[in-house]
C-alpha cells in the first residue's frame, strides 16, 4: 500500500466505524472492498494491516477479519514479506472470466428483452444518455459501464443470475486497468450499448443476447490490448531505472 501521500487512498474517506466488533470489521469489508472496485487499491498492491488500520482509524483485529474475508472470496492473496496483496490475475484467468461472462451477460439480456418494463426501458435509455454526456475520461465511463450493466441485470427479474453476475463482476478491478483505456473503447461501447437496448425495447430476445455477446466479445479483446500495454509499459520503466537500482 503507498502512503497517502501516494494517493493510493482517498484521505476524503470517512475514518469513523459503527460501533461492536462485528460492526467494525463489516465497515473494514466494505471500505476496502469499494477501494479495491475503484481502483484507488491496485491489483499486485501490497496491504498491511497496522497501514490499513491507520487508513480506517481502527484496531487490527477487524482488519485482520476483513482482510481475511477478501483473501477467502478470492480478492486478496498473501504477499511476500508479510500481509496481503490484491490479485493480479493473468491472461489465462482473463479469458476464463470473459468466457463466464459472455454467457451470463447474454442470458441476462436476453431475459431483460422478455421481462423489462417500461420503467426498466426508461432508465436504460436514460443512462446511455448519460454515458453520451459524458467527458472523454475512462474511469467515468467505466463507473456509468457499470451502471448501465446491472440495470440490465436487474431488468432480467432472475435472482439467481443477479447474484451470480454481481459476484462475477467483484473482480473487474482484479483484471487490470479498465478496457475504456483501449484506443476507441468509448465510442465503440457506447454504440454497443445502444444496439443492446434496442434489441431489449424490441424484445428480441435472441437479437439482445446476441449483441450482449458480441459486446463482451469486444471487451475482452479490448482488455488483452490493454493488459498489453501495461505490461509494455511496466517493462519500459524498469529499462529505464538507472543502473544502480535495477534489479530493485
Known amino acids: ?83 496481503m496483496s490484491v490479485v493480479l490475475y493473468d491472461l489465462r484467468a482473463i479469458d476464463e472470466f470473459y468466457a463466464m461472462r459472455e454467457r451470463l451477460e447474454g442470458m441476462a439480456a436476453a431475459l431483460a428483452a422478455q421481462n423489462a418494463d417500461a420503467a426498466e426501458l426508461h432508465i436504460l435509455a436514460a443512462t446511455l444518455d448519460a454515458m453520451r454526456a459524458l467527458p472523454p475520461d475512462p474511469r467515468q465511463h467505466a463507473r456509468e459501464n457499470q451502471v448501465f450493466h446491472e440495470q440490465i441485470y436487474r431488468a432480467a427479474r432472475n435472482r439467481f443470475l443477479l447474484k451470480s453476475l454481481q459476484s462475477l463482476l467483484n473482480f473487474v478491478p482484479l483484471l487490470g486497468p479498465t478496457t475504456y483505456n483501449a484506443p476507441g473503447r468509448i465510442a465503440h461501447a457506447l454504440a454497443e450499448h445502444v444496439e443492446i437496448v434496442e434489441a431489449i425495447r424490441a424484445h428480441d430476445a435472441a437479437a439482445a443476447e446476441a449483441a450482449m455477446r458480441r459486446h463482451i466479445r469486444h471487451s475482452h479483446e479490448s482488455r488483452i490490448l490493454v493488459v498489453s500495454d501495461s505490461v509494455r509499459h511496466a517493462m519500459h520503466k524498469r529499462t529505464q531505472r538507472p543502473p544502480l537500482l535495477r534489479g530493485i
Open 1 to 83: 500500500m503507498r502512503s497517502q501521500r501516494g494517493n493510493a487512498m482517498d484521505p476524503e474517506l470517512p475514518v469513523s466505524a459503527p460501533g461492536g466488533a462485528g460492526g467494525r470489521a463489516a465497515w473494514a469489508y466494505e471500505m476496502l472492498h469499494d477501494a479495491i472496485r475503484e481502483g484507488t487499491i491496485e491489483p499486485g498492491q501490497r496491504l498491511m494491516e497496522l497501514e490499513v488500520s491507520a487508513w480506517l482509524g481502527m484496531s487490527r483485529t477487524p482488519v485482520r477479519e476483513a482482510m481475511r474475508r477478501l483473501q477467502a472470496e478470492g480478492m486478496l492473496e498473501h504477499s511476500v514479506g508479510g500481509g
